[in-house]
């Protein structure tokens, strides 16, 4: 979906961490690098698309709700796309 950043330019970049909003995880800390290292290259924002910010449940049934879905990531996507 994007290009290369350690080699040159940044196209769009979307990482996917395991933590959403209030929790740093590692996604977001390398989405924080990539914002303030290489903003002026980025053609898009960078998006977070990760598991909700609370506890990580037992059950299947909502551990299926937790975790981002395929409608997730496409809705992510494809917002990056249409930027």
């Not at 977001?28 to 898009?44: C, G, K, N, R, T």
């Not at 299947?60 to 996507?77: D, K, V």
């Amino acid at each position: 979906m994007g290009k290369n950043v350690v080699g040159g330019k940044a196209g769009k970049v979307e990482p996917h961490p395991l933590g959403q909003k209030a929790e740093t995880g590692v996604g977001e800390s390398l989405a924080a690098i990539i914002q303030e290292e290489a903003f002026e290259s980025l053609d898009a924002p960078v998006r977070i698309v990760g598991a909700l910010d609370t506890p990580v449940p037992y059950s299947p049934a909502l551990e299926e709700f937790y975790l981002p879905g395929e409608g997730q990531i496409e809705r992510a996507a494809r917002l990056l796309v249409a930027y």
